[in-house]
């Protein structure tokens, strides 16, 4: 049987993405991460969704995901989109606070 958590791991880091980059995109730890290297058996949903993340197929090394219907390049969900728009704003919000501390700050002097 094939160890998918090597797999896995072998992609991750020739993709050269940050392992903490990727665990925050799908909203885990890196613990999480290096817990999936160490599974041989990691789902095929999890692995689908790294290789979404760092851009790599892996229809080619887990034989088991050609039997899975799913689409890989699939266009981001309602939920992805959300995400992606709060962190947004969060971000807008945090360079608002830095700036008007920064004025404040001025004004003390």
Known sequence: M???GEILKAAVYKSGIPITEIAKRMGK????????????????DIVLQIGKLIHHD????IKEINSVSTVINEPPTAY???VSNADYWKDK??????E????????EV
């Open 29 to 44: 730890s890196r613990r999480w991460m290096y817990l999936m290297f160490e599974n041989s058996n990691v789902s095929l």
């Open 2 to 4: 094939q160890n998918r």
């Open 93 to 98: 919000y945090l360079k608002l606070l830095e």
């Open 58 to 61: 892996f229809t080619t090394e």
């Open 80 to 82: 992805e989109k959300e």
């Open 100 to 107: 008007y501390n920064l004025l404040l700050k001025q004004k």
